[in-house]
C-alpha cells in the first residue's frame, strides 16, 4: 500500500504534537501519551485527505449514500486507519528509534463498542468498503456515552459493568460545533385551515441541541475517507436561573440530565425488541439530526430540494431509524411546502431498507399513544401514511379486510415500523439468499405480491482487509506470495489460491500458520489465566448469546462427550478446546443461565486431570471486535448451529472461513451460500432445513419424543437435572422438554441433537488425516472470495442506491 509520508516527516509531526499537548519529547512520553499522539497524528492526517476528497466530491456533484444505523460496532482505529494509508511501517520504524513497539501503542486503544454484534459490525465493515471503493458516503449514528456493557463472570454468573471508551477512544472523535441541530419532542400540533389549505402549527415542544461528533475511516490505498457522523444530546441553553437562585438545584438541572439521558448508554438487547421510551427518543433523536442535516447540506449545494432524490440516498439499517420517513416528510411538507404526494414520492425514491431478522420477538411496534405523546407531528404522518396506502390497497383489492389489515402500518393501536420502512421505501432487502426468501415468502408476502419490485437481496460481507491481512499477517503474507496483492482490493481473487490445493507445501504452511496463531492466542489467554492447549482443536462458538442461536445445543454434544469419555477414558478422540465467547442481554435470564452452565460444566472437567486433557471448555470473557480478530485466525472449527430459518446472514461465520476454519452448521443463513461457494465436500452440515423446520411444526413437534426414544438425548438432558460441579440446571432441563407451550424448546435443539453428534465424529474423522484438512481449509479461504463487504457494497451502490464512485 502507498503512503505518502516519510518516516522523517513522521517523527516531526509526532514530536511537534507531544510538544503542543504535553509539553514532554519522545523520549519522555509513556505509552497512553504516546498512543494519543500517535491518534491525534493520524487525525490530522485523515483531515487533509477528507478536505481534498470531500472537495473532489462536490466539483463532481456525486450522488451521495447516508447510512443511517443505532449501532457501529467499530473496535480499534489506530491500527486499521495506518494499514488503510500504508504507514503502519513507517509509524513502526520512528516508534522503534524512540524505544516503543507499535503492537503494544495498539492495545492501549479501548474498542469503540458502539453496537450489539453482527448488524452494528455490518454497518461498521461497510464503512471501510465505501472509503475504500471510493463512494460518497457518510454514517450516522448516536455518540453512546457508554458503548456495550463489559461483561464479567462471577461464580458463572454474568455480571454486566459499564463500557467507558471515551477517555481514549475520544482522540477519534473531531467535535463540530458548527454544525449543530435541534430536535423537537412532545408539545401539541394544531391542524389550521388558511386559504393555501391544511397547515400545521406545532408548539410547546422541548428542544435538545444535536452536536456531531466526526470519526474518520481511511479507506485503503483511496483516495476515500468515509465519514461516520455520531450525534451527542446537549441541553439547549434553558437554564433555569430563577430555581437555582432559590436554592432548587435538582430543578435548575433537570433539563440538562434529560438531554443528555439520550445518549448516555446504548440499549444492549440483540435481536429483541425493547419498548422503552428512552429508546424510541434515542431513535427519534438520531433520524432528526441526520435528515435535518441531509436536507441543509443539499439545499447549501444546489439550492433547491427538488433533485433530492437524484442526489440522495438514504439507508436504514434494520427498522431502528424508520421514523426518517416521516422525518424528511415533515420537512418536505412543513418547511419547504410540498404536497402531500410530491413528498410522499420523494421520501420512497430516497429511502431504502434492510431487514435483518424474521424473529417475532425482534419486530419493533410502537404503542400509538407513544408516538402521539413524544411526536406529535411525526404521529400525525404516520397517521397519514397509513390512511392513504390501505386506501390505495383497497382500490386494490376490493373487500379483501383481512390482508388491509396484515399490511397496515397502524393496527390495533400499534404501529408495526416494518411496514412504515417498506411502505416508505423503493428497496427492501433480506442480508442472505435464504432469508430474502422468507421474506418474499413468509414475513411480507403480502407486501411482496403487492409489489414485488421493491425487494431483493444483498448477502453481507465482510471488511476482509481487517479481518484477513489485519487480524492474520501471516496468511497474509502466505496469500501475498501464491496469488499476489489484487485480492486485497478485489475479493473476488482469493479464488485463486484454489490452484494450491495440492501443493504439498503451500498446505503445510497452512498448518504452521494455524498452529503459530493458536499459540499466540494461548499466549494471550495465558496472561489472563487460562491455559490451553494449543495442539488440541479449537472449536469455535463466538456469537451473542441466544436462543436461537443455539450455544445450548453445542454444549449438550460436548456434555455427551464427556460423558462417553468418563465411560470410557480410552475413548480415542483427538484433544479439543471448546472456546465460547458471548454476551447475554443483561435482563435475558435463560442466555445467562446457558453462560452458568459452561462455565460450570468447564469447571468440572478442570476438576478431572486425565478428562481435561481430552477435552475441555473455555468460556472466554468480555467478547468483542479486538478478541475477534485475535481468535479468528485461531480458529478450527465454526460453529453455525442456528435452527434453520432463524439466522438472517451471520457474519462470524464468513470471518472464520476466510481464516481458514472449517464450517460445522445448518443450512441456514449465509451458511447456504458458504455451502455452495465450498462444496459439500469442505463443509460438515446437519440437522433439519428451514423446509424442514416449518413442517415439523405443521406435523406436530414434541421434544419429548426424542428423549423417550433416543438413548443419548436421554441421558445427556438427564444430566442437566443432576448438574455439573455441584449446581443443578433444571431449569434448562425443563425448558428443553416442556418449554413455554409444552412441546419443548422453541429452537428444536433434541431435533437436531443426533445428527449433530453424527456429523461432529465425522469432522473428527477428517481431522486426523491432516492433509485432507489443510486441503479442505484452504477452499475455505479461497471461498470466501464472495463474501467480502466491497461485493455487498457493489450491489447496493449499483441495484440500490444508484451511485457511482469518484472518477
Ligand atoms: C462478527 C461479530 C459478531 C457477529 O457474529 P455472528 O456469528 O454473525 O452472530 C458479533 N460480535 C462481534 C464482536 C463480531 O466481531
Given at each position: ?30 505509552r ?23 472537495q ?25 486507519n ?15 528509534e524512540?524505544?516503543?513497539?507499535l ?34 458516503a ?9 458503548g ?63 452536536v456531531p ?193 396484515r ?71 502466505l ?20 490452484r ?129 480478530e ?27 472461513m ?15 451460500e ?52 455441584g449446581?443443578s ?79
Amino acid at each position: 500500500m502507498q503512503s505518502t509520508l516519510t518516516k522523517k516527516q513522521l517523527g516531526v509531526l509526532i514530536k511537534n504534537r507531544l510538544s503542543r499537548h504535553y509539553g514532554i519529547s519522545a523520549e519522555e512520553a509513556d505509552r497512553k501519551q504516546m498512543y494519543k499522539t500517535c491518534a491525534r497524528t493520524v487525525v490530522e492526517i485523515l483531515s487533509d485527505k477528507r478536505t481534498r476528497y470531500y472537495q473532489k466530491l462536490k466539483d463532481q456533484e456525486k450522488k451521495k449514500v447516508y447510512y443511517l444505523c443505532m449501532e457501529f460496532l467499530v473496535g480499534r482505529s489506530l491500527k486499521n486507519n495506518l494499514y488503510n494509508l500504508g504507514l503502519e511501517k513507517e509509524f513502526r520504524d520512528i516508534l522503534k528509534e524512540w524505544n516503543f513497539d507499535l503492537e503494544e501503542l495498539y492495545e492501549e486503544e479501548p474498542d469503540a463498542g458502539l453496537g450489539n454484534g453482527g448488524l452494528g459490525r455490518l454497518a461498521s465493515c461497510f464503512m471501510d468498503s465505501l472509503a475504500t471503493m471510493e463512494y460518497p458516503a457518510m454514517g450516522y449514528s448516536i455518540c453512546y456515552e457508554y458503548g456495550l456493557f463489559k461483561q464479567k463472570i462471577v461464580d458463572g454468573w454474568q455480571m454486566e459493568l459499564p463500557d467507558i471508551w471515551l477517555p481514549g477512544g475520544d482522540v477519534w472523535l473531531n467535535q463540530r460545533n458548527d454544525l449543530s441541530f435541534r430536535v423537537k419532542f412532545n408539545g401539541h400540533v394544531e391542524e389550521i385551515w388558511t386559504k393555501d389549505g391544511l397547515t400545521t402549527n406545532y408548539s410547546d415542544y422541548d428542544e435538545v441541541e444535536a452536536v456531531p461528533y466526526d470519526m474518520m475511516i481511511s479507506g485503503a490505498d483511496s483516495e476515500g475517507v468515509a465519514i461516520l457522523r455520531l450525534w451527542r444530546a446537549r441541553d439547549v441553553d434553558k437554564f433555569d436561573m430563577k430555581s437555582f437562585a432559590k436554592g432548587d438545584y435538582n430543578r435548575a438541572m433537570n433539563e440538562k440530565m434529560n438531554a443528555e439521558l439520550i445518549c448516555k448508554v446504548l440499549y444492549p438487547s440483540d435481536n429483541h425488541f425493547e419498548g422503552k421510551t428512552l429508546r424510541l427518543r434515542q431513535q427519534y433523536f438520531l433520524v432528526s439530526a441526520s435528515i435535518q442535516n441531509i436536507v441543509s447540506d443539499h439545499l447549501q449545494q444546489f439550492g433547491t430540494l427538488d433533485n433530492f432524490s437524484e442526489k440522495v440516498a438514504i439507508h436504514i439499517n434494520d427498522t431502528h431509524p424508520a421514523l426518517c420517513i416521516p422525518e424528511l416528510m415533515r420537512i418536505l411538507l412543513d418547511d419547504h411546502q410540498f404536497s402531500w404526494d410530491d413528498a410522499y414520492n420523494m421520501v420512497m425514491n430516497t429511502v431504502s431498507y434492510t431487514n435483518h431478522t424474521v424473529l417475532s420477538e425482534a419486530l419493533e411496534t410502537w404503542p400509538e399513544e407513544l408516538l402521539k405523546q413524544q411526536f406529535p407531528r411525526i404521529y400525525g404522518i404516520i397517521q397519514g401514511l397509513n390512511e392513504a396506502y390501505c386506501q390505495e390497497m383497497w382500490n386494490r383489492y376490493p373487500g379483501e379486510w383481512g390482508k388491509i389489515e396484515r399490511m397496515a402500518i397502524m393496527s390495533h393501536g400499534q404501529i408495526r415500523m416494518a411496514h412504515l420502512c417498506i411502505i416508505g421505501s423503493s428497496s427492501v432487502n433480506g442480508v442472505s439468499k435464504l432469508h430474502s426468501d422468507i421474506l418474499k415468502s413468509q414475513v411480507f408476502s403480502d407486501f411482496y405480491q403487492a409489489s414485488s419490485e421493491k425487494f431483493t437481496n444483498v448477502t453481507n460481507g465482510i471488511a476482509h482487509r481487517r479481518w484477513i491481512c489485519q487480524a492474520n499477517p501471516r496468511l497474509t503474507r502466505l496469500l501475498d506470495d501464491c496469488i499476489g496483492q489484487e485480492y486485497k482490493k478485489d475479493g473476488r481473487k482469493l479464488a485463486d489460491f484454489r490452484r494450491y490445493s495440492e501443493n504439498r507445501s503451500i498446505l503445510r504452511q497452512l498448518r504452521d500458520i494455524k498452529l503459530a496463531n493458536k499459540i499466540d492466542f494461548s499466549n494471550l489467554m495465558d496472561k489472563k489465566g487460562i491455559s490451553i492447549d494449543p495442539h488440541s482443536i479449537f472449536d469455535v462458538q463466538a456469537k451473542r448469546l441466544h436462543e436461537y442461536k443455539r450455544q445450548l445445543l453445542n454444549v449438550l454434544k460436548i456434555i455427551s462427550l464427556y460423558l462417553d469419555l468418563k465411560d470410557d477414558s480410552n475413548l480415542d478422540i483427538p484433544p479439543q478446546t471448546f472456546l465460547f465467547a458471548a454476551k447475554a442481554a443483561p435482563g435475558y435470564y435463560m442466555a445467562k443461565e446457558v453462560i452458568r452452565l459452561i462455565w460450570h460444566l468447564s469447571a468440572e472437567i478442570e476438576k478431572d486431570p486425565v478428562l481435561r486433557e481430552k477435552i475441555r471448555v473455555v468460556f472466554l470473557e468480555n467478547y468483542c471486535v479486538t478478541m475477534a480478530e485475535a481468535l479468528m485466525p485461531a480458529a478450527e472449527i465454526s460453529e453455525q448451529i442456528s435452527l434453520a430459518g432463524k439466522e438472517a446472514s451471520g457474519t462470524g461465520n464468513m470471518k472464520m472461513m476466510a481464516n481458514g476454519a472449517l464450517t460445522i452448521g445448518t443450512m441456514d443463513g449465509a451458511n447456504v451460500e458458504i455451502f455452495e461457494a465450498v462444496g459439500k465436500d469442505n463443509i460438515f452440515i446437519f440437522g433439519m432445513s428451514a423446509e424442514d423446520v416449518e413442517r415439523k411444526w405443521a406435523e406436530g413437534y414434541a421434544a419429548s419424543s426424542y428423549y423417550h426414544n433416543k438413548e443419548k438425548v436421554h441421558r445427556v438432558v438427564d444430566s442437566l437435572r443432576r448438574g455439573f460441579n455441584g449446581e443443578s440446571f433444571d431449569t434448562i432441563y425443563r425448558y428443553l422438554l416442556v418449554g413455554d407451550y409444552g412441546v419443548g424448546d422453541p429452537y428444536m435443539c433434541l431435533a437436531d441433537f443426533e445428527d449433530y453428534l453424527k456429523v461432529h465424529q465425522q469432522l473428527l474423522g477428517v481431522y486426523q488425516d491432516q492433509h485432507q484438512w489443510n486441503r479442505m481449509s484452504l477452499f475455505n479461504i479461497a471461498g470466501a472470495e464472495r463474501f467480502a463487504a466491497d461485493r455487498s457494497i457493489m450491489e447496493y451502490a449499483n441495484n440500490i442506491w444508484n451511485i457511482t464512485p469518484l472518477h
